[in-house]
């Protein structure tokens, strides 16, 4: 006879590695949407790449009013806004009819990723325009000499000077605009994108409410 092996209760998960995990996830899922949003709009990446070697929109951008930079800013951001809630608006309907917390954070949860898209593209021209974008470039190209090219941080490696400017930060900011705007308008042409992100959205809401409940 053989003696029985007393079954050993999994480890409880703590609140910390809860949140980690959830964390780990809703970073997968982002990264997945945003390869997904991608390889569905390839000219997309070749149009935001050709703005950023533009020295138009530079000189432009580079100069331009702060109050008007904000409106053409507001001009990318609205309509933006206005598709994606709209695209989701009768899902985030019928959620409210039963839980209205859960549809705010359903609506949050669209909205941050389609945010981290934007984001993600700013912070990705601004590491390449620090990289390959010198100041005497970035003087050239918005038309001043480069000792009045306003420079917000600089460093010093191996006698390069690597500067970051705010010609720099705005036309990223911009290409990051736009790239959120497009990602938005391929919300709507892009069937199983729209899946996923619903799924991702009820998924996230579904888990906010169970953790407040």
Request: charged share 20%; hydrophobic share 55%; aromatic share 10%.
């Amino acid at each position: 006879m053989t003696d029985k092996v007393p079954a050993t209760a999994a480890p409880a998960t703590t609140p910390s590695e809860g949140r980690g995990r959830r964390f780990t996830r809703g970073g997968g899922e982002v990264a997945r949407l945003f390869v997904l949003a991608i390889a569905d709009a390839p000219l997309v990446v070749v149009v935001l790449v050709f703005l950023f070697v533009t020295s138009e929109v530079w000189q432009f951008f580079g100069q331009i009013e702060r109050w008007r930079y904000g409106a053409v800013m507001t001009l990318f951001l609205l309509p933006t806004l206005c598709m994606v809630m709209s695209a989701f608006a009768e899902r985030a309907a019928s959620i409210a009819k039963h839980d209205r917390g859960k549809a705010w954070m359903f609506r949050l949860v669209i909205l941050g990723r389609v945010a981290t898209v934007g984001i993600a593209v700013t912070a990705a021209f601004t590491l390449l325009g620090v990289v390959g974008i010198d100041r005497s470039l970035t003087a050239s190209w918005i038309g001043q000499s480069a000792e009045e090219v306003h420079v917000l941080e600089h460093w010093t490696l191996r006698g390069q000077e690597f500067v970051l400017t705010e010609p720099l930060v705005r036309v990223a900011s911009l290409i990051g605009a736009f790239a959120a705007f497009s990602f938005a308008v391929d919300i709507f042409h892009n069937r199983e994108l729209r899946e996923r992100l619903l799924a991702d959205g009820l998924r996230v809401a579904q888990v906010g409410a169970t953790h407040d409940s």
